[in-house]
């Protein structure tokens, strides 16, 4: 019997058309082993609201067509299920997909899920919102701020948005307060990571995974200017974690203090958030399509 498996594309992610891309599903996927159903959002939480109403029909597999935002809310439906999330990425950053070695090509990522199995992933709580990847505060929330607002997407807009940023954002004094955690500091970035980075390869949290029940939490301090090549070079070569303007905790949850309300992301989705906030993770939580293991 064949297994329904659901595609929910996003066409407002990344920056390429996907009015092609329920032909390609179609030629792509094993269509001996899968009934597929392919849907498009048309507004914010329509994915969730699609991914509901699978779950409820009785689909095995949920594809998220998108970038981490898309993958939140298709992710959000699934968890505690036991239905499976698919990826093919399709956005700017694709952070989780990234994490889990799935193909960044179309193409690559439809082949991937002929020959896939669910493995079980931890999902984190921010204040009860669900994330799978990183959320956090700082100047990666400003910037995903900013690049929101923008009529441009892609990544040369996105770094556009950090080097204005770095210009216009102002640091804020924190403390972070959890067991055996009692950290008060000024930080211009603070990243609380499930998966290992931001997205186009930049690993905030080299060491993170999405198996071991706990959060790694990336805290960077105020840098001068000339220190920003050799802070990108570390991103990109999984090495930030050793830099000197970067502290790293690991903890399975935590409570964030601030002195002001302001911008706030969970996987890159900005948003404002107040001057308490609680971050936990739940092990387990949620099935996702990875390459399988012969």
């Given at each position: ?7 929910i594309i996003?066409p407002?992610?990344g920056?390429?058309t ?16 899968f ?6 959002t048309t507004?914010?939480?329509h994915?969730?609201?699609f991914?509901k ?11 998220a067509?998108g970038?981490d ?9 699934l ?14 950053g694709?952070?989780?997909a ?11 990522a439809?082949?991937?899920?002929n ?8 999902y984190?709580?921010?204040n009860?919102?669900p994330?799978?990847?990183?959320c ?13 607002k ?7 807009t996105?770094?556009e948005k950090?080097?204005?940023g ?15 955690i009692d ?10 990571a ?19 029940g ?19 070079l ?7 974690d050793?830099?000197?303007?970067m502290?790293?905790l ?6 964030l203090?601030?002195d ?26 949620l ?8």
């Open positions: 019997m064949k297994k329904k498996i659901a595609f996003n407002f992610s920056t390429n996907k009015t092609t891309l329920p032909d390609l599903i179609i030629k792509e996927l094993n269509t001996s082993l009934e597929p159903e392919i849907v498009f507004h914010k939480g994915g969730l609201e991914t109403s699978f779950v409820a029909a009785g689909y095995e597999k949920v594809v067509v970038g935002g898309t993958v939140n809310e298709i992710g959000g439906g968890i505690n299920t036991n239905a499976a999330l698919g990826i093919i990425p399709a956005g700017s694709n952070g989780l990234r994490h889990l070695s799935i193909p960044i090509s179309t193409k690559g439809i082949h991937l899920l020959h896939s199995e669910p493995i079980k992933m931890d984190g709580l921010v009860e919102q994330f799978f990847c990183t956090g505060t700082g100047f990666d929330a400003y910037v995903s701020t900013e690049f929101a923008s009529q441009n997407r892609g990544v040369m996105y770094i950090m080097i204005t770095y210009f216009n954002y102002k640091s804020q004094n924190y403390h972070l307060l959890g067991e055996g950290l008060k500091d000024k930080a211009f970035v603070i990243t609380f499930n998966a290992s980075q931001w997205g186009n390869n930049a690993y905030i949290a080299p060491q993170a995974s999405v198996q071991d706990m959060m790694d939490i990336s805290i960077m301090s105020n840098f001068p200017i000339i220190a920003i090549p050799s802070i990108a570390q991103l990109f070569a999984k090495t930030i050793k830099d000197l303007f502290t790293t690991r903890t399975s949850e935590i409570t203090y601030r002001e309300v302001g911008p706030f992301h969970y996987d890159g989705e900005p948003y404002e958030e107040g001057l308490e906030v609680k971050i936990r993770m739940v092990p387990d939580g099935n996702v399509l990875v390459k399988k293991r012969f």
